[in-house]
């Protein structure tokens, strides 16, 4: 791992921070007060759900080990139709199961989910999180999150764009810019949603391709440090991995991850589909929101797939 | 099937209410103002999280079709720390999976999930929910809910006990009478949320038993027109099953959820925590909150996992 | 459906030789004595796993149902060695789980795998396989199977091809030949086993391609007559499908399936391995031997993975 | 771990014995003459399946990671007869999957599945049995197998009792004693069944109870020099575990398996179902048979579920 990613690391850690015990980090930043504050920004009634369908046809095509849900029927209405299955009083009810990755479509990464030189986030042992799952940083950690006020940041439409192009690395001046745009701020306790344009793209072009783990615009490594004096609690994009691909370090995977999950224990989220709510913000010119998006509490686990709700 | 149940359902019919096309049933209920109106409750900032942990301690035990979550990691600190497996720079990564019923712990019904006389809600063909999924009526149909004004009747406090003993109905007069004591009302387009310390029980005993399928307090049947008369958006309880069981009518299951779902296209959760938010509603006499809980839009399916949030 | 097919279907019918209650078909031809006689072609001591690797790289690609085995760790080597999982003693154990399509890799078609007009082999009602699993004709039924003589017919070296082109109907000419060519016959109880050369084609370009599902060689409509006729207890090909693809009647899905399975109860195995056989069977000009397949015993499964095994 | 344990361990040790590559262990005991003169012993055409039924009543209750087998259709009958779902031509087909721990029924330990301070049999890394699956000594390297002339030693019979009881530990002079009660050998490159009874008790009582890691009679650790010196290529009994429970040695885990896997090498076989087979060789006298149980060759697996064939 290059020096800049180890010292950038250390730089921006929070081990510590709220406590010894904390498996929740950034996450902290959100105040009851500002919950508060967030649910005066439903003006409208409006809801957004920012997750993709969750079947077969997601985006891990090829993938080393996630693949997309498998949805299954357990009981069926030609079931009961048919009187294969009976019910007393001749009524029917169909059942059904999934099969899949906690990160195969839109989700939450839990804070154990990354590791820096066998370390978690707050300095807790990489080994805790065996096959038994996480005994620490779990999603379970956070199930009464994430509830916070929202910001979207719509970087095509700042740029005049469709889409970023794949290998567009978003700076912080990106960011600044497209705050001065959106006529908005972000701050402490906040949700930062980035719309790259990379899914309208696979959604225009009509096939995923190689949206899982290929070349896609992102955030830039850069950016740890304007997340991290701004205060974020959590941050999530359009995208597969949150930062720019390919990464800006030819010699370490995902070098923004290293610095934001076990070092600054920023919550990410990915694969979010923004294109609706974009679409509103522009039309009203309003980028900020009631942000809301509970994870799974499976115990243990690594990360959680989640239908984030932005409410105008 | 006894006529009652079934002309109960006929006469609390929704269909075409809402359109011949309509898959989300009373949650139509539900307009732009009520969740302006609903965001108002947000007063504290405090989040509730109604979800039971999902993990294979769950309540699912000896049933026929469904099964605890199972959390399955699919690679690990150990695998990162002992350099069996390896990413470019050093860094670490974990991943999971889970395997589990829709409805295996905290959970909504769709409207595909319950058909009487062949048909599903809004008079669509039950055969249209085959063995590859519902193609009406799918909880993928509800992505952008359920955001409302949510309100918890607290049935053992009203009464003061520590929980309804099971088989106890709770009928329409109960249900006033809680209004009355918690000095809250109920009407159109609200999340009634019915605890009735059947959870607490197992929680207390350190024992699930048979909590899934076996005898339980719960609705009335005859709380049907009582529900369909306030115009309720969604129903949920501590329980399994929502209703009482033993059922009412010895030769019919589940006769409640007959009218509910195909009927009514009454959105039903079960396996709500409700012990923490009930505390809280004790010590502040405010039994109305912001309550939102989106589904995992997984196309097709019956039912979904859910973190439900109350927010006050 | 032709009426061919159905007359054919008719015409070549078993419901009800092997008594009323049957549910083993053709597996009935094969008497202890062909055991025996089976046994005495090991010869040399020589044994050919028939199967295909069961991981992710298998053929099921793109599939509607059906896809790769997946395979994942529930313990590992690194759980125990980091000693983040212990048991007494120090010492360490590894397990796995896999979820897979029992029909996705090497298998056996279940006698439950196809219908008619509503109907199973010996008369049974397709709705005795509901999401319950097969009442009847299950997998479960052929445990002690199947054990019998195996014959090769290797048609590609009959032909001096390096395999059958993609559509190519073996005919029942195509396989009187075959028997000549070896110098072997074929009869009552054996297992007639069928190399077409469809998947050595895609060992040497690399990849499976369409295998599944797509055009491929394989045995005509009309050699359902000359396996009835000979009374072949079970017959299995290196294809997806058995039979021939595109199929030979248009408008109807894979014809001799509807003849084999649910007419004659005839057991059918499909993407066998049979290329180090067939190399075997080439160099000593003995293409009979003792054919051993016992499928997994899964209660009410309508197929089972199998490892194949020709002893010699 | 007791010093004697690891002291018999090293020395029974195997490592090296079939060359440094070697991953096939004891099973290179057999020779190709041993399998044409296990042949031989298939007399009468009579085939014994020794595998318990895959499906949900199996003997996993209450274990921390394996549970039954779950099978669950993915289309039905029904599907087809109401024609929710259509093939061309109007005909029909069912299918289905599993999920299931790969040892969670009758099954085969693979030499992967143990580890004595972080080593495999014949000296790998134990940390080669990652999240990834076992790069060596997968259950895949012994495709080929197991084919061997099998010794079936019914204890319960030869100490005129029905069943062994918990914790009675069969010793070396048992097995020698059973020997020459069925007038039988065992010796190089033998499948080496050994009945307890205790799956006839679970039968018997109609209920599995603890056999899932409670206590049940097995062989002693003190077998280990006797399995080794006869030149044993595989041994398997009708108890969840192999070896006498409780452990012999209070502070280490499965003793007997860290002798036999990682240091002989000797492949391991547990909830065979020997019932009726022992009732066979009673009756006839005879208590050697061929012997054939082909694991599926599921890559990197580290044990396999089988039905293992008995012919006599």
Chains 1, 2, 3, 4 share one sequence.
């Not at 986030?121 to 779990?138: L, P």
């Not at 439409?157 to 690395?169: D, F, H, P, S, T």
């Not at 359009?238 to 995977?253: A, K, Y």
Request: some cysteine; glycine content about 10%.
């Amino acid at each position: 791992m290059p020096d800049l990613v180890r010292e950038t690391g250390k730089r921006l850690r929070n081990w510590g921070r709220w406590g010894a015990d904390d498996q929740r980090g950034t996450l902290n930043y959100i105040t009851p007060a500002d919950i508060v504050r967030a649910a005066s920004l439903i003006r409208r009634g409006d809801v957004f759900s920012l997750a993709i369908p969750f079947d077969a046809k997601g985006p891990q095509i090829d993938q080393p080990r996630r693949f997309n849900p498998i949805h299954r029927m357990m009981i069926t209405g030609p079931d009961c139709t048919t009187g294969a299955i009976r019910f007393p009083g001749g009524v029917g009810f169909s059942d059904d199961m999934v099969i899949m990755p906690l990160q195969c479509a839109t989700q939450w990464d839990a804070l154990s989910h990354c590791f820096e030189d066998g370390r978690m986030y707050n300095g807790y042992d990489a080994n805790e999180v065996s096959s038994r799952g996480a005994k620490r940083n779990g999603i379970d950690k956070i199930a009464r999150g994430i509830v916070a006020r929202g910001v979207l940041l719509d970087m095509p439409r700042v740029k005049n764009v469709r889409w970023l192009e794949a290998g567009y690395a978003i700076g912080a001046e990106d960011l600044d810019g497209a705050l001065a745009h959106h006529h908005v701020t972000v701050g402490r306790g906040d949700a930062l949603l980035v719309r790259t344009g990379h899914m309208t793209l696979c959604r225009e072009r009509g096939s995923w391709g190689d949206y899982a783990g290929g070349d896609a615009p992102g955030l830039s490594f850069h950016t740890a440090d304007w997340m991290h004096r701004r205060q974020i609690a959590a941050v999530a994009t359009d995208t597969w991995g949150m930062e720019v691909r390919p990464n800006e370090f030819p010699d370490v995977f995902q070098p923004l991850h290293q610095v934001c999950i076990p070092n600054m224990g920023l919550t990410i989220g990915e694969i979010f589909f923004l294109d609706e709510l974009a679409d509103d913000c522009a039309r009203d010119g309003v980028y900020e929101f009631f942000f809301v998006a509970p994870p799974l509490p499976i115990t243990g686990a690594v990360g959680s797939p989640i239908n984030p709700l932005a409410i105008k």
